[in-house]
């Protein structure tokens, strides 16, 4: 699918049995299903004699501009979370579209999202739902903008905004407008319009009779009137086209916002705690005003603020920051796109938070111990130990090697119980033999990929130094003025990339780059940095 870049309008390609074969085969084997009550795999076993019938139908909704009104039913399970079962609160909604509306849906997104991203329609601040880019790298960027303000000696305030329900507020008449005005007009806003309407939704609660038979109960099918459609495939990048422009109601001087999706964060920054005062509060405003124009409710109880600081700053005057006439309380850690924030980056409760699911994830290696074979133990491994592990370490492996020693013990105990040894027992070798990087070697290759993604932008130690040739893949070392700008995962990961072997720097491909660092690094099995 290849959009006009010189044509700033949105024109809609047919679909055909190619595409639409791969797009079905791309569907993981989900055998849940909605008010059509036909399962992916289903579809996937017939999908040879659906394509060519099933390409023309899609096709026929794009030219008409009509999205087929039994595919706009959702089908809402309940999933019980925690309390008293008969409080409807202690239940999460979960959201089941028809599959041949994700089919529909997906094709739409193809070319959506080609036209948004190769047209630059998007704010830069914005990370979510978008190609490269993740909660990790909103986080990357908050943070080093963070240290690179404290280590220019300002102050720096981070405010962690909270909105209601965003996905479920949208008004569609607001986002329809906004679709026309980043060039979807015509017979494909039509479409959109259709897709958004005269959506319904009905409840389906299953039990088990006194037959040990289970049955199901439907609730009358009510209609939506706000918000994108939960489970959907295009709902969230059209969550991201209606808060298109919100970066730019904030002041650009000072001032930064860090959005993932609906997660929206401001860095204020400023030599004087008085002027990040007044700032914080005009750019709140600004937001608020931004936020009723969309139907969006900021929820003040939620919000909150940190002043960020090194353990040496003292300074204890406290901002004071308000959003409707509420003041916005100041606290010392906050929950921050997954990740356990506090005021001086030292991660020292984010570690805490990883040691509790490391500590199920060992309980449930060592239940199942006793009855698997170890390549299945390693597969818990990954699944509940390591993503733990791996989720932000990036930011996280800066913190002290008292922390980081918490986590590599954790990790030699699951090394044991998979192979069954003594506590005390070295398990050094063992870490290369299973292929498992240490705590200290995922840092190390998280960070180091992090420069090789940007290598081309970054001075090399040879463009302005007569060095040896061997040093000529090198990169030079940014200038920092304080220990804690070390923290940066940029600063960090040239220190790193810098000491890799002379071969593995020579490598272009990303891929192969990533493959030989990793194989480096667990041949190491590193217990420190040093």
């Known amino acids: 699918v290849i959009q006009n870049l010189s044509d700033k309008r949105f024109h809609i390609t047919p679909v055909d049995e190619i595409e639409l074969d791969k797009i079905i085969s791309s569907f993981k084997n989900k055998y849940s299903a909605g008010y059509d009550e036909v399962p992916m795999p289903i579809i996937k076993n017939i999908k040879h004699l659906l394509v060519k019938p099933l390409a023309h139908v899609i096709n026929s909704s794009f030219v008409s501009g009509i999205f087929p009104n039994r595919l706009k039913i959702s089908k809402i399970k309940t999933i019980f979370k925690k309390g008293n079962t008969t409080d409807p609160s202690n239940y999460r909604p979960l959201s089941i579209l028809p599959t041949f509306s994700k089919i529909y849906e997906r094709v739409m997104y193809i070319r959506l999202i080609e036209f948004l991203e190769n047209n630059n329609k998007f704010d830069d601040e914005q990370h979510g739902f978008r190609s490269g880019r993740s909660v990790i790298t909103a986080g990357i960027e908050f943070v080093e903008s963070t240290l690179d303000a404290i280590d220019r000696g300002d102050h720096a305030v981070g405010i962690f905004m909270d909105l209601s329900k965003a996905f479920d507020s949208v008004c569609h008449s607001s986002l329809i407008g906004v679709l026309n005005s980043l060039g979807i007009s015509g017979i494909v806003l039509e479409w959109f319009v259709s897709y958004l309407k005269d959506r319904n939704q009905y409840v389906e609660i299953s039990y088990i009779d006194k037959d040990s ?158 009855y698997c074979e170890l390549d299945t133990l390693k597969m818990v491994y990954y699944s509940h130990i390591q993503s733990h592990i791996s989720f932000g370490v990036v930011l996280y492996g800066a913190t002290s090697d008292k922390n980081l020693q918490k986590i590599l013990i954790l990790q030699k105990k699951a090394i044991r119980i998979m192979l069954k040894l003594h506590h005390q027992e070295s398990v050094r070798h063992l870490f290369s033999n299973l292929g498992i990087l240490t705590i200290y070697g995922l840092y190390i290759l998280e960070t180091v990929l992090v420069v090789k993604k940007v290598n081309d932008t970054l001075p090399k130690l040879g463009a302005s130094h007569n060095y040896l040739t061997r040093n000529r893949n090198q990169l030079a070392a940014p200038h920092i003025n304080l220990k804690i700008t070390s923290k940066k995962p940029e600063v960090a990961g040239i220190k790193f990339y810098n000491s890799l072997p002379e071969h593995i720097l020579k490598i272009d491909s990303f891929l192969l780059f990533k493959k030989t660092v990793k194989q480096y690094l667990i041949s190491k099995s590193l217990y420190s940095f040093d």
Request: with cysteine.
């Open 213 to 370: 038979q289970i049955r199901s109960v439907k609730s009358q099918i009510k209609t939506i009137k706000y918000g994108v459609p939960q489970g959907s495939i295009l709902g969230p990048i059209l969550f991201l086209c209606y808060i298109n422009g919100l970066p730019k109601s904030v002041s650009s001087i000072n001032s930064r916002m860090f959005l993932y999706a609906d997660d929206s964060n401001l860095l204020v920054s400023h030599k004087s705690l008085n002027e990040i005062q007044n700032v914080s509060n005009l750019n709140l405003i600004s937001i608020l005003n931004y936020f009723s124009s969309k139907n969006l409710l900021l929820n003040p109880d939620k919000t909150n603020f940190i002043s960020f600081r090194t353990r040496q700053n003292r300074n204890d005057v406290v901002p004071s920051i308000e959003v409707l006439d509420t003041q916005i309380k100041q606290v010392d850690q906050t929950k921050f796109l997954g990740l356990i924030v506090d005021k001086n980056l030292t991660w020292d409760n984010h570690i805490q938070h990883i040691e509790k699911k490391i500590s199920s994830g060992l309980f449930a290696l060592y239940t199942l111990s006793k």
